[in-house]
């Protein structure tokens, strides 16, 4: 929808039949965006339980199905109510991110978790920075008049919808985790019973709670999610606002950037973060430790966002070049705390409650991006009809607002909140 901004006169299609000013797309994207989220929010614990029963592989092969399925069919969205459906499907048959997690860990010794967690947090990051930008490109592809003109949106969804069919046929290959461990848990579980028969203390009972339940009062997985979700929701604010701000006119304290514009920002910056989490953070990791790298990704980010107003002020080159390195340095500095927080979920949990503490994880995240792209559409909306208010204009408050979320995940990382495992205890900046 961004895209049309810069185009004129959205057709009916291009609309979803809702769209009656520039100025309102901000709003009803947003719940686009929040119907997927809302749809994960409800299943990511019971896909979580399905895989520490029945496997990592089977619920992978299951979601990518699905989202192969309702991922063609949002492309082909004639109305606003088509488009929410699908993407609420798309969102509650999505299964595989939290589990997903629990397989890297699973398939990486403990000296290469951080590794393999920073390319699970690269990857989405990556396809959330570059998808978009795909997606402008391929929409403007054809005239209005033929069929993907029509619909600007199934290309985009067609393209990934065979990536999707692709990634299907190579998890034949893929192997399964959970069995790994089977022998070493019954040979514990026989111990623990001896032990639990021995002792027959309520200490040792509580200690060794695997129900579900008891991963709620797991404070140090509890407080590692609080974090995540924290992050999660300012970094969905900000990729909802950055692509509609960039290309707003500077009148309403835009950039007046094009699609191709804004593309190419979010393709220097997806590059980027690729480079920096797979080469960068974990050398990073092991000199500062997991908080104490995650303060000061949390210190440059609040610095960064404030920046942001001030650079519409900037001559094109400049500003061009200035929106390059402060849109990849925000982004790197999402995808550290996140990876982080990753590495302490998993640090908190057994194997066997791994994938249902990630889908907690992923619920409680989802929850949290249901209302971060309605909330930020609606504070777009806003700002742009706020421009010339008394006390800091639209856009100002905007990025000052996303700053605040950004301080909060800041006082999160110190104690008494944030609760850490031996293994994460290492770096701390308390």
């Known amino acids: 929808m961004g895209a049309e901004r810069s185009r004129g006169e959205a057709t009916p299609i291009r609309d979803l039949h809702i769209a009656k000013r520039v100025e309102d797309i901000g709003f009803y994207a947003g719940f686009v965006g929040a119907a997927y989220m809302l749809g994960r929010t409800l299943t990511s614990i019971i896909w979580g339980i399905l895989a520490d029963r029945i496997g990592r592989k089977p619920v992978i092969v299951i979601t990518i199905f699905s989202m192969l399925v309702f991922n063609t ?34 398939v990486c010794r403990p000296e290469h978790h951080a590794v393999g967690l920073s390319l699970v947090s690269t990857s989405w990051a990556v396809a959330l920075i570059i998808g978009p930008a795909i997606g402008g490109y391929l929409a403007q592809l054809f005239p209005m008049n033929s069929f993907f003109g029509r619909f600007p949106y199934f290309l985009p969804s067609l393209c990934m919808s065979v990536l999707y069919f692709l990634i299907l046929i190579s998890c034949i290959w893929l192997p399964e985790t959970l069995h790994m461990h089977r022998l070493e848990k019954r040979e ?96 990073i990791i092991k000199v500062l430790g997991l908080i104490n790298t995650s303060c000061v990704a949390a210190i440059l980010s609040m610095m960064l966002l404030l920046t942001y107003p001030p650079m519409a002020n900037l001559s094109k080159p400049w500003l061009y070049c200035a929106m390059n390195i402060a849109s990849l340095l925000k982004n790197n500095c999402v995808a550290t705390i996140v990876t982080c927080s990753f590495i302490l979920q998993n640090n908190s949990v057994p194997q066997d409650q791994r994938a249902t503490a990630n889908g907690i994880a992923t ?64 770096g701390s900046c308390h």
């Open 363 to 426: 619920t409680l995240m989802s929850f949290s991006k249901t209302f971060a792209p309605a909330g930020a559409g609606i504070m777009f909306s806003w700002a742009q009809k706020h421009q010339h208010a008394f006390f800091i204009p639209g856009d100002q408050i905007l990025f000052f607002l996303l700053a605040m979320v950004v301080f909060v995940e800041f006082i999160c990382t110190f104690k008494p909140f944030l609760a850490m495992t031996k293994e994460s205890s290492s």
């Open 188 to 283: 514990d579980q026989a111990t623990d019973l001896l032990m639990a028969h021995l002792s027959n203390s309520e200490d040792f009972v509580r200690k060794h709670n695997t129900s579900t339940w008891s991963l709620f009062k797991n404070w140090p997985l509890m407080s590692s999610i609080i974090l995540f979700c924290i992050t999660c929701f300012d970094d969905m604010a900000y990729l909802e606002i950055f692509p509609l701000w960039a290309e707003s006119n500077k009148k309403y304290g835009g950039l007046g950037f094009s699609t191709e514009d804004v593309g190419n920002v979010l393709l220097v910056t997806g590059s980027g973060v690729l480079l920096y989490q797979t080469f960068v953070y974990p050398c």
């Open 73 to 106: 069919l949002f492309g082909l969205s004639m109305h606003y109510w088509m488009a929410i459906a699908t993407r609420f499907f798309l969102g509650f048959l999505h299964g595989s991110l939290g589990t997903i997690r629990a397989y890297a860990v699973e």
